[in-house]
């Protein structure tokens, strides 16, 4: 039997239970953190750059940060990944930015509640997790959460007569109610200002994704100033959304998300093939111009047309839409390709209320969505090439995503 070697762990002979446990809690978080970057690099590694090099590669390590747990903190060096074009921007979801401690409950009570603990049970984990300093009555809580539903109310009064947007990402998120019988589904709104920094523009609690409740959440920003709608909206399939932006805002260009349009064809054809169907997806999104986007498109038709129709007439239906892109600048492609602006930020809270029963009601949960989103926002990166903003605003025409010269 090989004997154990402490040299191996970093573990002396005096090493106590609590110890041990923060040393594999360490390992752990550091392992599942390689793991993720990993993962990520590997999802684009057919990018390459002009000389032919992966154009995502691992970049070190960030500092190291402290991470609160049951046992009190253990220290993680998050992975960094890096796009030689500085195009794709990588963020662990593991170990999110904006979930740090903070002298504020602000952003961590939310994020505790969307995980299904319930009020009376908050003084409990905010001690386990931050010490008793960090202990709440309650009453506190209730308290916070009138307070969040009065800030709700006046962020959907604010003035918007004086924003001017470029681009709009659109999608439904849909989260589990404990004390109802259907799903509830935030419609949110995420908009890209003239100075290429990214608000949320519009939160509001709807029935599924129905043309209706997309039009309720339209006519609100209207009557808040919303008057002219920004350049391109992109959203994913969702007849709903499309139908009530033609009826509230008809001069908006649409942008299918081609992250959903890819995963609805894929789920359309065997397991067998769907390795090579994705490249042939991405060699139409990726083509440098729409010439070549075309000829990607009709080669994928050509190949699986007679075997796999269905698949194919989801790729076919929306074509128009899905290159819209091309009329706008390179620089913003990586960007309005797919609603990833509106995925990003819920993928946490959905990763966290999937394995539970979410909040009591559809209201709570609005609530917690808001408050997460608002905390997130400030951390949101500008859009690439923001300072071509002002002449996609002012209606300069771009072909294959250059801009044409005036003759």
Request: net charge positive; charged share 30%.
């Amino acid at each position: 039997m090989r004997k154990s070697s402490r040299k191996d762990t970093g573990l002396s002979m005096g090493t106590t239970l609590e110890e041990v446990l923060r040393h594999g809690a360490r390992a752990m978080l550091q392992e599942m953190a390689i793991a993720e970057v990993e993962e990520f690099i590997d999802n684009y590694r057919e990018l390459k750059d002009e000389h032919g090099h992966q154009r995502i590669v691992r970049n070190g390590y960030h500092n190291p940060r402290e991470i609160l747990w049951g046992g009190g903190k253990v220290e993680v060096s998050v992975p960094r990944a890096r796009d030689r074009k500085k195009e794709i921007v990588y963020t662990s979801k593991l170990i999110p930015r904006y979930l740090r401690r903070s002298k504020s409950f602000s952003e961590f009570i939310p994020y505790l509640y969307l995980r299904g603990i319930s009020t009376g049970d908050f003084s409990d984990v905010l001690s386990e997790l931050l010490g008793e300093e960090a202990s709440l009555s309650a009453t506190t809580v209730v308290r916070l959460k009138e307070k969040w539903a009065d800030e709700y109310k006046e962020w959907n009064q604010r003035d918007l007569s004086q924003k001017r947007y470029v681009y709009w990402w659109a999608d439904g998120v849909h989260f589990n109610v404990r004390l109802e019988d259907d799903r509830c589904c935030m419609l949110v709104i995420i908009g890209a200002l003239e100075d290429g920094t990214k608000e949320l523009v519009g939160i509001h609690l709807g029935y599924r994704e129905s043309s209706l409740s997309w039009q309720e959440l339209m006519v609100r920003l209207k009557k808040q100033g919303l008057t002219i709608g920004p350049k391109l909206a992109v959203g994913d399939g969702a007849l709903g959304f499309w139908k009530a932006l033609r009826e509230e805002y008809p001069q908006i260009r649409e942008q299918r998300c081609w992250v959903h349009i890819t995963a609805n064809v894929l789920d359309k054809m065997p397991k067998s093939v769907q390795d090579n169907a994705k490249k042939m997806i991405h060699d139409i999104y990726l083509a440098p111009s729409k010439e070549e986007a075309e000829k990607a498109f009709k080669a994928f038709v050509d190949l699986y047309q007679a075997k796999y129709p269905r698949a194919v007439t989801c790729l076919i239906k929306s074509k128009e839409e899905t290159m819209a892109f091309y009329d706008f600048p390179a620089e913003h492609w990586v960007h309005i390709r797919s609603t990833n602006p509106v995925e990003s930020v819920f993928a946490t809270v959905r990763l966290r209320t999937k394995r539970t029963k979410g909040c009591g009601t559809a209201n709570a949960t609005l609530m917690m969505v808001f408050k997460l989103a608002e905390a997130a926002e400030k951390r949101w990166q500008k859009l690439f090439g923001y300072k071509l903003i002002p002449l996609v605003l002012e209606g300069k025409e771009f072909v294959d995503g250059v801009l044409q010269e005036a003759a």
